[in-house]
C-alpha cells in the first residue's frame, strides 16, 4: 500500500513538472513584451494612411547654428505636429521626408535672419521576442530592417521566423509571409511601412528539450525511489 502511495505522488510530480514547463513555454513571449514595450505619452491609433511621412511618436533633431534655444530633438505630437520654442506649430501632415528641411527652414526664417539648420528623422519601434537584446528602439527611417534587428542583438537560438510578424495597436499590418519577404529584400523601414510605435515580434521556436528533460529528471526520481522502496 505504501509503495502505491509513493508511485501515485511521483506520478503527481511528473504531471506537475510537464505542466509548469509548457506554462513557462507559454508565458516567455508575453513577459519580454509587458517589460520591454514601454507606455505611449499618445497614441497612434487612427492616424491615417497616406497623410505624409510622419506619424506621432517619430522624433525630429534639428539644429540651428547659433540657437541653443532650437536645438533639441523633438517628438511629434498628436495630429502629426511639431513644436519647437518659440515658433507657432507645425503642421507635418502630407510632408515627405525629403520636404521637412525645406519646410523647418522657411519657418524659421520668419523669425531668424538666413538660419543655418541641420534636420535628422528617428522612428521608435519595440524589437521583442527571440532576440538578444528585446526592447524599444530609436532608429533611423531609412535603416535595412535586417539592421533594426541586429541593433537589438540579432535572432536568438531559438528564433522562429516562420512564426514572426510585425504588430501595430493589438493588429497584425506584416504576416510571417510579408515579413519574411521584407527580410530577404532587405527592405528599409520606411519601404517595409513601420512606423513609430509598431512592434517587430520574432517568433520562438518550441522548447520541447525543456520539457523532455523534466519528464527524465522525474523519471530518474521514479526509478530511484522504486528500487528504494524494493528494498526494504
Known amino acids: ?54 506619424h506621432v511618436g517619430d522624433r525630429i533633431t534639428l539644429w540651428v547654428n547659433g540657437e541653443p534655444t532650437l536645438s533639441n530633438t523633438y517628438t511629434v505630437r498628436s495630429g502629426n ?14 510632408v515627405r521626408r525629403s520636404e521637412l528641411r525645406g519646410l523647418l527652414l522657411r519657418e524659421i526664417s ?9 534636420v535628422s528623422t ?53 504576416d510571417a509571409a510579408k515579413l519574411r519577404r521584407l527580410l530577404e529584400a532587405n527592405s528599409p523601414l520606411d519601404e517595409s511601412g513601420v512606423r513609430s510605435g509598431d512592434q517587430i515580434v520574432v517568433g520562438q521556436a518550441p522548447q520541447h528539450w525543456q520539457m523532455v528533460s523534466a519528464v527524465l529528471g522525474v523519471v530518474s526520481l521514479m526509478v530511484t525511489t522504486f528500487v528504494v522502496l524494493r528494498h526494504r
Open 1 to 54: 500500500m505504501r509503495h502505491s502511495v509513493w508511485i501515485l505522488s511521483i506520478c503527481a510530480l511528473l504531471t506537475n513538472a510537464v505542466a509548469c514547463t509548457a506554462q513557462q513555454q507559454g508565458t516567455t513571449g508575453e513577459r519580454v513584451t509587458l517589460q520591454s514595450h514601454p507606455a505611449r505619452a499618445e497614441s497612434t491609433a487612427g492616424t491615417p494612411l497616406g497623410d505624409g511621412d510622419f
Open 81 to 94: 505636429t511639431l513644436v519647437i520654442p518659440t515658433i507657432p506649430e507645425i503642421s507635418l501632415q502630407g
Open 110 to 118: 520668419r523669425y531668424i535672419k538666413s538660419p543655418d539648420i541641420q
Open 122 to 174: 528617428l522612428v521608435n519601434v519595440a524589437i521583442l521576442g527571440a532576440v538578444g537584446r528585446p526592447g524599444f528602439y530609436s532608429v533611423s527611417p531609412d535603416a535595412p530592417i535586417t539592421d533594426v534587428l541586429m541593433t537589438a542583438g540579432g535572432p536568438a537560438a531559438n528564433a522562429d521566423l516562420g512564426k514572426s510578424q510585425i504588430m501595430r495597436d493589438g493588429a497584425v499590418v506584416a
